[in-house]
């Protein structure tokens, strides 16, 4: 985690360098100007010590706030220059979205001052919160699903659901990254990725971070229909993946393609296999059987993801 280590100034470093010890895997760490620096994961949080020798638990903090190390105007400055390479121009488009991404795939949330001219946002300005979402990509978290979403020569036709937060974009990258390389039941197949908001790919300049396999293009920051066309007319991907299908014109866009005789790899918020036939796409495509797998995700007692696959039916397979 060292690219998450060296955007912080001097001493600071230190301190972020221990949060990743002591068996701790953190998930986030929130900058918030003239606030403690709170560290979560794995269910809980730790704060930075005043006196720089590590962490403070949750409880301790609730007794005794004033051990906390406080953020500081002059430290969200010196970490925001250091994570632009000091060219903070180069990343306003980026930051206009409210996200941007560093070396490693380690994407940073911002909050602060908005610009808008004619109802939209044109710039973020005074940044006074920041999210940084540490990137660890699970490998072979998707083997055990593969088989159920090949078939001779290539893959199903796939949609895999699941609620906010349970994974579904972890198994879609995954699920690329085995697709493009190659598995003992298909061969590698050129996949063209529209990476919208930057999360599959975790995209630093235009190059993935993430590992998604030799044959795979990426669109970054390119909105999900414009960039299935761009692909089928530049690209000829044998697989199209996409994060996050919703809106009427990312359904057009994904017929266009099916059309084109191209496999279609997507994700979709839901928290019932159901929920399919209560959409109104999703209703034409169940009738017209464009989809022959959905996969819904779901969390165990323990944490641990869970996947059931259904036919282009509705029907249970496992």
Not at 114 to 137: D, E, F, H, Y
Not at 149 to 162: D, F
Not at 193 to 201: K, N, P, W, Y
Not at 273 to 289: D, N, S, T
Request: glycine share 10%; net charge positive; aromatic share 8%.
């Amino acid at each position: 985690m060292e690219e998450i280590i060296r955007v912080f100034p001097g001493a600071l470093r230190e301190l972020c360098r221990n949060s990743f010890e002591e068996n701790r895997e953190p998930e986030e760490f929130r900058l918030r100007t003239g606030q403690p620096v709170m560290v979560s994961g794995r269910g809980t949080e730790w704060f930075w010590s005043r006196e720089g020798s590590g962490l403070i638990e949750k409880e301790f903090f609730s007794k005794s706030p004033g051990t906390a190390y406080l953020w500081t105007e002059q430290d969200m400055k010196e970490t925001l220059a250091r994570m632009s390479q000091y060219s903070m121009y180069a990343l306003e488009e980026e930051i206009r979205n409210g996200f941007f991404t560093i070396q490693g795939g380690h994407r940073i949330g911002v909050a602060g001052k908005t610009v808008c001219r004619q109802g939209k946002i044109t710039a973020i300005r005074n940044i006074s919160s920041l999210n940084i979402r540490v990137a660890r990509q699970k490998k072979d978290c998707a083997r055990a699903l593969l088989p159920w979403l090949c078939r001779q020569g290539s893959i199903y036709n796939t949609l895999i659901l699941s609620p906010p937060g349970v994974g579904k974009t972890t198994m879609l990258r995954d699920c690329i990254r085995l697709l493009s390389e190659g598995t003992a039941r298909t061969p590698g197949e050129k996949i063209g990725l529209v990476d919208e908001r930057g999360e599959v790919a975790a995209s630093f300049f235009g190059i993935p971070q993430n590992d998604l396999g030799c044959r795979t293009d990426v669109l970054d920051a390119c909105p999900k229909a414009e960039g299935m066309r761009l692909l089928l007319r530049s690209m000829s991907p044998q697989i199209i993946a996409v994060d996050e299908l919703g809106g009427k014109k990312d359904c057009m866009a994904v017929e266009e393609a099916l059309h084109c005789g191209c496999r279609i790899l997507g994700t979709m918020h839901a928290e019932r296999v159901e929920e399919m036939g209560e959409k109104m796409y999703l209703k034409r495509w169940l009738k017209r059987e464009y989809f022959e797998r959905f996969v819904l995700l779901s969390m165990g007692e323990k944490g641990e993801r869970r996947f059931s696959v259904y036919d282009g039916k509705l029907q249970k397979l496992c």
